[in-house]
């Protein structure tokens, strides 16, 4: 089958969360399993020097943006693994020092530059010899292509177009602009209607992308139930619900090349299941660089993460305020809104020599603090699949997570499976709650044996690709079956 990914960033060019780690390993995967599968992704700063083989194609976008005209070239990569990954080159648009925003300031037209890369990508789609079966978007970035792809279908004259997937990693971000960026599209009114891209006077890309594709995915099964309920339906229940016969959940897989404690460049000690001690390393090399005093007998827990209102920041400082008391550690990795980086440097403060907190990107040091925590803390308000509490079992970091997504669909907590539990789960979105999960951690901590059981539970979980791909390429298969008849 041939596959075109579409997405705003992908892992190892463009990165701000999981959705790049996803995007890239899913292309591996599904050429691993014998497919031929290319991704589409936006050219960024730096790309080119940082990936010189890239070459230019011989391609030129010329496409009409509303009342315009915009052009664009492009290049392309082939990896080692046989993907290969085309790169859409507009430099007013993606030549930029951030992604989607520059500190705490959205770029003003990001309609525009991600109203363009669609149309690019459906370009790409309709012209270039290799024919894609099936076209899967990823959020809301692409959320307008399979209404391009329609319209240029029943108006512009493609005989055959490809099936379309959507692929929703987080229904929080939506792609919600004013009405009159519809303009950009260039598609007839009737696509603006409630049942499709209008929302509340205004025009929605991801709505889009839920209403006009063939067939919707989200990124747990749990979470594929959650969005269909007004609480988490982020105001698109009722569209989704409409199209529930469409929507399937798939949990995503984890990138063992990249996150294998066995063989992780980033670690001072290799590790795995058979072969414990380099972890007690990694733990005190991590004390050591993060400046907490190297202490075996502390108990060390993590957090890598955005820091956004849906990664419940607001509970975990106030449990975190609370259990500090206790002998234990704390180490964070994250940036993300003001309030948020100022509550956690506030904690710092106040806890001199137990906490240490790193704000900003580094790829080298979330390694390094999945290797050398005991425990990880994920205690988010809602989570779509979520990476970090997958890399954590991977590397015998027991996770603490509410049981919500993504996170209640890749932890087993003793009260579900006594033998197989590899974490805890809490339910109430409190402090409260979260203060006795870490309480529970503790006296899992203090028992050497059941410790150990939990931390060879949580490297033997498995959530490698091929099974995820599998249920991709089912998902691909019934839309190539229902777009025939
Ligand atoms: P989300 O995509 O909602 O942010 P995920 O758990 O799916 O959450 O994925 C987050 C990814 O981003 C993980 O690979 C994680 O290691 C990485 N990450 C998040 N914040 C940082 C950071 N400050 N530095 C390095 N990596 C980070
Ligand atoms: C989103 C979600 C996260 C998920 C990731 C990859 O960023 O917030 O839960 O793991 O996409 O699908």
């Known amino acids: 089958m041939k596959i075109l990914l579409a997405s705003s960033e992908v892992y190892p060019f463009s990165k701000t969360g999981g959705l790049a780690d996803m995007v890239g390993a899913l292309g591996v995967a599904l ?25 230019l194609v011989n391609w030129h976008f010329d496409l009409p943006l509303g009342e315009r005209h915009v052009k664009a070239e492009l290049w392309e990569l082939d990896l080692d693994s046989g993907l290969k990954i085309y790169f859409v080159d507009q430099a007013a648009y993606f030549d930029r020092a951030g992604i989607y925003q520059e500190g705490q300031f959205s770029y003003a037209d990001n309609a525009e530059r991600y109203i363009f890369f669609s149309k690019c990508v459906v370009n790409l789609a309709r012209y270039l010899a290799w024919k894609a079966d099936v076209v899967h978007l990823h959020d809301w970035q692409v959320g307008l292509v399979p209404a391009l792809i329609r319209h240029e279908h029943t108006s512009a004259g ?9 692929t929703i990693h987080n229904l929080a971000y939506q792609g919600i602009f004013p009405a009159e960026a ?15 891209a209008e929302y509340f006077g205004m025009l929605n890309c991801l709505k889009a992308g839920i209403a006009f594709a063939d067939v919707i995915t989200t990124v747990s099964p749990r979470y594929a139930r959650e969005i269909t309920t007004e609480e988490l339906g982020c105001g698109l229940d009722g569209v989704l619900r409409r199209r529930r016969e469409h929507l399937v959940g798939i949990l995503n897989g984890v990138d063992y090349q990249e996150w294998n404690p066995a063989k992780d460049s980033y670690l001072s000690a290799p590790f795995s299941q058979s072969k414990l001690t380099g972890k007690k390393k990694n733990k005190a090399a991590l004390q050591q660089s993060v400046a907490l005093p190297v202490a075996e007998k502390i108990p060390l827990y993590g957090t890598i993460s955005r820091l956004a209102e849906q990664k419940g920041v607001d509970i975990q400082l106030a449990a975190l305020a609370e259990m500090l008391n206790a002998d234990i550690q704390f180490v964070l990795l994250g940036s993300g809104s003001a309030e948020y980086e100022l509550g956690y440097r506030e904690l710092a403060r106040r806890f001199p020599g137990k906490i240490a907190v790193q704000l900003g990107y580094n790829e080298a040091l979330a390694h390094q603090i999945e290797a ?19 890399y954590s079992l991977r590397y015998g970091t027991i996770p603490i997570v509410r049981a919500t997504g993504g996170l209640d669909d890749s932890v087993i907590d003793y009260a579900e499976q006594t033998d197989e ?65």
């Open 158 to 166: 493609w005989g055959k177009p490809p099936a379309t997937c959507v």
């Open 182 to 196: 519809y303009a950009l599209t260039n598609l007839p009114k009737h696509f603006f209607h409630t049942e499709g």
């Open 31 to 55: 050429v691993n399993a014998g497919h031929e599968a290319r991704i589409v992704t936006p050219l960024y700063r730096g790309l080119r020097d940082k990936f010189p083989h890239m070459t």
């Open 372 to 390: 050398g925590c005991d425990f990880f803390l994920m205690p988010s308000r809602f989570e779509p699949c979520g990476l970090n509490q997958m």
């Open 421 to 485: 539990a590899n974490g805890i789960k809490f339910y109430e979105y409190t402090s409260r709650a979260l203060a006795k999960a870490i309480r529970k951690s503790l006296a899992i901590y203090q028992q050497p044996d059941l410790l150990r059981q939990y931390r060879r539970n949580a490297m033997k979980a498995d959530f490698s690709w091929h099974r995820t791909v599998e249920e991709y390429l089912t998902v691909y298969c019934r839309t190539l079956k229902s777009s025939e008849t």
